[in-house]
């Protein structure tokens, strides 16, 4: 990007493609200005959204701590109350990144007895996530290792009203012999 295009006497250099190399650095500059002006908005939402959470969340606090609990109406004494109150409103539980997405269940398999449909995003799969699966190499280990015994999944289903989605979460008992191959009766795709 920044050694000279001349040789030490003004000429252009025979031993490069001049052309190219302008035109190459140049598309590298344009490529570096957008990089900086997408870094640029996503740091300005991200602040956006940070703020705006904190912002619910002091309303939240503010509208629990003024609102009387129907618990204190019942007869709860004012420090139980309080001691309510000051926990906070209860977190969301935090997003996980899904890692593979189930294509196809088999009727009767150990997968559809679960609660697994085809669609559902897995997110965690007994220990295995987004950031240790090994190209679900990982999910083969804990599924051969968990034969016979109950294994949580947590998956995220397309919700059929409202358009978003939900967490689920699953216990799937690996088998062989249910009736078919494999011993979750699934196939699944890597994302």
């Not at 190219?20 to 570096?32: C, D, N, P, S």
């Amino acid at each position: 990007m920044t050694t000279s295009l001349t040789t030490f006497d003004g000429y252009p250099r025979s031993d490069i493609d001049v052309a190219q190399v302008r035109t190459t650095r140049a598309r590298i500059i344009r490529l570096k200005n957008d990089y900086k002006e997408l870094m640029d908005k996503i740091e300005k939402g991200l602040h956006e959204h940070h703020a705006n959470m904190a912002s619910t969340a002091s309303q939240a606090t503010i509208s629990d701590a003024s609102t009387p609990s129907p618990l204190l109406q019942a007869g709860q004494s004012q420090a139980a109350a309080q001691a309510d109150a000051s926990s906070g409103p209860s977190r969301p539980a935090p997003i996980e990144p899904p890692f593979a997405k189930v294509n196809s269940v088999v009727p009767s398999s150990p997968a559809q007895e679960a609660g697994l449909k085809g669609g559902d995003k897995i997110t965690k799969f007994g220990y295995v996530h987004w950031g240790n699966h090994e190209k679900l190499s990982r999910l083969a280990q804990v599924v051969q290792a968990n034969e016979g015994r109950e294994v949580i999944i947590k998956v995220l289903r397309s919700a059929e009203v409202g358009g978003g989605s939900e967490n689920l979460e699953m216990k799937l008992v690996p088998r062989h012999n249910w009736g078919g191959r494999g011993m979750l009766g699934c196939h699944l795709l890597p994302l």
